[in-house]
């Protein structure tokens, strides 16, 4: 989670800014009544601004048919005292919460945070055990798995992560100790981490082949320095590497988080952000490559907002998806927009 705020000059909106900017661009939803399952997004109350089920559902009511949402843990609302390695399991509370108000109908049909993904730290080894099933039991049966975000960068990107790692952590001997008591607690992995560390993803999923792992934001795609006008080459390593990781039946992707910072689009610097065409026009190569490797039923649309909420307002990105998706068949689009996430 970017910290810093601050990209090529222009600091980082803050919720009520960002609601007013994304407005000026609203649209119609295309294909309102295909049922989504938004499976990334975040809730909060910090630094960052307000991102609360108020401010979550201002923008999934916007046209699109959201049945379901899954949260994912952003180091928010983490508990104040006790000991260290137990206070990620306050976020699980505090979205359990926001998943209960949901449940109750009084908020909508969407069902708000149906799916928790907390944060352990893995790299503890056999030490995380305890805590894996405290954060099961904090979720109430709606605990779906755990995000260790491993963004290293040789770049200034490592330094916008909420932690800082090692290069290659997931090949850490100790972390894998951790990370083996998933699968046996029936956990899945959401795999955070940026292209060119993906080698590593694939080594841990042929490592450990019965565990699911959930590869983030379409891999990680960079564009701040050294990574900067370098787009063709970063595209280009990116797909050899995605084409290694889509051999791993254990492996599916979110496709999303084009809308971050991390990519260095221009669009959070304009005075009003893009519609759906353009940024369907810019995202189609990522999306289509992620949707020819991996397949629908292991591919899963996402909206990582209020992250990409950066970028662009919510109806718009997935305008945006859509229009990607207009030549998908029926069960394609059922598998993108529903199914993998549900499954997955």
């Given at each position: 989670m970017i910290k810093n705020y601050e990209f090529r000059g222009s600091h980082f909106r803050k919720q009520g800014e960002l609601q007013a900017w994304t407005q000026q661009v609203e649209e119609p939803a295309l294909e309102p009544d295909l049922p989504i399952i938004d499976p990334h997004h975040h809730v909060w109350n910090d630094g960052r601004g307000r991102y609360l089920i108020e401010e979550l559902l201002a923008d999934i009511n916007s046209g699109h048919n959201i049945i379901a949402t899954v949260f994912i843990e952003a180091g928010a609302m983490l508990r104040k005292s006790g000991p260290e390695e137990e206070k990620a399991v306050g976020e699980i509370e505090f979205a359990n919460g926001i998943a209960a108000m949901s449940a109750s109908g009084h908020y909508g049909a969407t069902r708000l945070c149906s799916g928790l993904i907390g944060y352990a730290d893995l790299a503890r080894g056999d030490a995380v055990r305890p805590l894996l099933e405290q954060l099961i039991a904090a979720g109430n049966g709606r605990f779906r798995g755990i995000r260790q975000g491993v963004t290293w960068d040789s770049g200034p990107a490592s330094k916008f992560g909420a932690r800082q790692v090692p290069q290659h952590q997931l090949l850490d001997p100790v972390f894998r100790e951790g990370f083996a008591h998933l699968q046996a607690l029936g956990l899945s992995f959401e795999a955070w981490q940026f292209y060119p560390q993906l080698p590593d993803v694939a080594n841990l999923a042929r490592a450990f082949p019965d565990t699911n792992i959930i590869v983030n934001h379409a891999?990680?795609?960079?564009?701040?320095?050294?990574?900067?006008?370098?787009?063709?080459?970063?595209?280009?390593?990116?797909?050899?590497?995605?084409?290694?990781?889509?051999?791993?039946?254990?492996?599916?992707?979110?496709?999303?988080?084009?809308?971050?910072?991390?990519?260095?689009?221009?669009?959070?610097?304009?005075?009003?952000?893009?519609?759906?065409?353009?940024?369907?026009?810019?995202?189609?190569?990522?999306?289509?490559?992620?949707?020819?490797?991996?397949?629908?039923?292991?591919?899963?649309?996402?909206?990582?907002?209020?992250?990409?909420?950066?970028?662009?307002?919510?109806?718009?990105?997935?305008?945006?998806?859509?229009?990607?998706?207009?030549?998908?068949?029926?069960?394609?689009?059922?598998?993108?927009?529903?199914?993998?996430?549900?499954r997955v």
């Amino acid at each position: 989670m970017i910290k810093n705020y601050e990209f090529r000059g222009s600091h980082f909106r803050k919720q009520g800014e960002l609601q007013a900017w994304t407005q000026q661009v609203e649209e119609p939803a295309l294909e309102p009544d295909l049922p989504i399952i938004d499976p990334h997004h975040h809730v909060w109350n910090d630094g960052r601004g307000r991102y609360l089920i108020e401010e979550l559902l201002a923008d999934i009511n916007s046209g699109h048919n959201i049945i379901a949402t899954v949260f994912i843990e952003a180091g928010a609302m983490l508990r104040k005292s006790g000991p260290e390695e137990e206070k990620a399991v306050g976020e699980i509370e505090f979205a359990n919460g926001i998943a209960a108000m949901s449940a109750s109908g009084h908020y909508g049909a969407t069902r708000l945070c149906s799916g928790l993904i907390g944060y352990a730290d893995l790299a503890r080894g056999d030490a995380v055990r305890p805590l894996l099933e405290q954060l099961i039991a904090a979720g109430n049966g709606r605990f779906r798995g755990i995000r260790q975000g491993v963004t290293w960068d040789s770049g200034p990107a490592s330094k916008f992560g909420a932690r800082q790692v090692p290069q290659h952590q997931l090949l850490d001997p100790v972390f894998r100790e951790g990370f083996a008591h998933l699968q046996a607690l029936g956990l899945s992995f959401e795999a955070w981490q940026f292209y060119p560390q993906l080698p590593d993803v694939a080594n841990l999923a042929r490592a450990f082949p019965d565990t699911n792992i959930i590869v983030n934001h379409a891999g990680g795609i960079l564009g701040l320095p050294p990574h900067n006008g370098k787009r063709d080459e970063v595209f280009r390593v990116w797909r050899e590497n995605l084409h290694a990781l889509a051999q791993y039946p254990n492996l599916s992707i979110k496709l999303g988080g084009l809308g971050m910072l991390y990519c260095d689009w221009d669009f959070h610097l304009r005075d009003v952000p893009p519609g759906s065409e353009e940024l369907a026009a810019l995202w189609r190569p990522y999306i289509e490559t992620c949707i020819e490797l991996f397949g629908p039923e292991r591919a899963m649309m996402e909206s990582n907002f209020p992250v990409d909420k950066q970028s662009c307002g919510y109806g718009v990105l997935w305008n945006a998806m859509k229009r990607i998706t207009a030549q998908c068949s029926a069960a394609e689009k059922a598998a993108l927009y529903r199914n993998t996430a549900a499954r997955v």
